[in-house]
């Protein structure tokens, strides 16, 4: 298993196992589907862009950019983890959320967030492992599969 930085020629790969989790799950709220280009320019964008590679494929991706916009919140920090489902459960997911929250803190991040659906038990349970707190539950904000769905904040301090 390498992490490293994400690169441009990652991207296709990204878009692949990341957009069957856009249409059928509720990993993320999105309903649209990322291309190539899109993912490049957040790879270009971001201030960190970590890919897994397991066997020398790209199988899952971490990312963080600034929770919400304006000075105030430099030192805040939401982030993205995604995983193509051959890579769950080894370790792939804690592995690129250990380089992303080093990053992160040498970066002077001093609060990460995490926006985890309610529904997705598996995405609360794999952030309070790392240490995130459950810091807040906001009622029917998200809305994907004809129905509205909690979002769960959690957070960390680095």
Known sequence: ?????????????????????????VVTFNSVEKS???????????PCFLVVEIGG???????????????GYAHTMEHTVILAPEASGQG???????????????????VLVAG????NATGVAFHSALGFEKVAVLPEVGRKFDRWMDLVLMQKRL
Not at 57 to 71: K, P
Not at 94 to 100: F, N, T
Request: one cysteine or more.
């Open 92 to 110: 792939a997911g804690r592995a690129l959320m250990k380089v992303l929250m080093d990053h992160a803190r040498a970066a002077d991040t001093h």
């Open 1 to 25: 298993m390498i992490i490293r930085g994400a690169t441009q020629h990652d991207s296709a790969a990204i878009a692949a196992f990341w957009n069957p989790q856009i249409r059928e799950t």
């Open 36 to 46: 190539p280009e899109e993912v490049a320019q957040m790879i270009a964008e971001r």
């Open 116 to 119: 985890v659906c309610a529904e």
């Open 57 to 71: 494929t790209v199988l899952g991706f971490a990312t963080y950019d600034q929770f919400r916009g304006g000075i």
